[in-house]
């Protein structure tokens, strides 16, 4: 599977610090991160990756798509290898990862299954937790499986038509970010929205047994929105602390899943510092 991916930066050499990779979460792509980015690639070569069924990595005529977390890890960990190919990094060099809700998962889950590629990791409002019972997304998901897309050339109407399912202003502007125009003139998703659909328990859950798997001994750090329920502190730090034991959990005042956006300047102060720590 071929990842379409964004570069940020001035070049790299042997003394640049470590690389960093942010994966977007369900039903966004790398461009949402663009501004992020661009802040850290002053320091560190960044690269953002459409996730499969994604952004640009998404093709409506691809052959449905695998939506397990230890196929989307391989898929990055493969964009990865090609990364290195085709920039000056060494092909013993690690990344950190940056992943939110979604990507967040596949940043843990290449972290288990493939250590020798990351460095560090952080993860953005999402733990390495089954939350297929916890009803998350599920006004999204409704709405995908029900509005007539098609039927709209004009994103303020589709806008209004979202809101029967998704009143929130706030998350409409994030849908509406995945919308583009076909060659007819109507309005389409940027992202698998069939497969998506289908996919939602296998994104919700978390399958990888601790028993089966080696602790990654690697710095990490959670950032937990603090008016979100996605991370609980103190009942998920076992948890997080069983897979990642070297993590650091902080939460984000003010922010809810979308931490990144409702409090950018805390959230960029945690992560920066983080960074500096790795180098």
Avoid at 122 to 141: C, E, H, K, M, T
Avoid at 229 to 251: G, R
Wanted: with cysteine; proline share 5%; net charge negative.
């Amino acid at each position: 599977m071929d990842l379409k991916y964004q570069y940020f930066g001035n070049g790299w050499s042997e003394v640049s610090p470590a690389p960093l990779v942010i994966l977007h979460g369900m039903f966004g792509m790398g461009e949402n991160w663009q501004g992020i980015a661009q802040e850290l690639s002053k320091n560190r070569s960044v690269w953002t990756i459409d996730l499969p069924g994604h952004g640009q990595s998404y093709r409506e005529n691809e052959q449905k798509i695998s939506y397990h977390y230890t196929d989307l890890a391989k898929a990055v960990s493969v964009c990865l290898e090609g990364i290195k190919n085709q920039s000056a990094l060494s092909q013993d060099q690690k990344f950190i990862i940056c992943g939110h809700s979604m990507g967040a998962k596949i940043g843990m889950a290449l972290a288990l299954l493939q250590p020798k590629l990351v460095k560090g990791l952080v993860a953005v409002d999402s733990g390495p937790i089954d939350y297929r019972n916890r009803g998350y997304n599920q006004d999204v998901l409704k709405m995908l499986a029900e509005m007539q897309l098609a039927g709209y050339q004009d994103r303020m109407a589709a806008s209004q038509a979202m809101s029967r399912w998704v009143p929130d202003p706030a998350l409409q502007g994030f849908l509406l970010k995945g919308l583009k125009k076909n060659q007819d003139g109507y309005l389409q998703w940027r992202f698998d929205a069939a497969g998506l659909l289908r996919a939602a328990a296998d994104i919700a859950d978390w399958p990888f047994e601790q028993a089966n798997f080696q602790p990654f001994q690697g710095p990490a750090l959670f950032l937990a929105g603090a008016l979100s329920d996605y991370v609980s502190l103190p009942d998920d730090e076992k948890i997080i602390h069983a897979y990642f034991p070297n993590a650091t959990i902080e939460q984000i005042p003010q922010a809810r899943h979308w931490v990144h956006v409702d409090n950018r300047v805390v959230f960029l102060m945690h992560l920066s510092e983080f960074l500096l720590t790795i180098g």
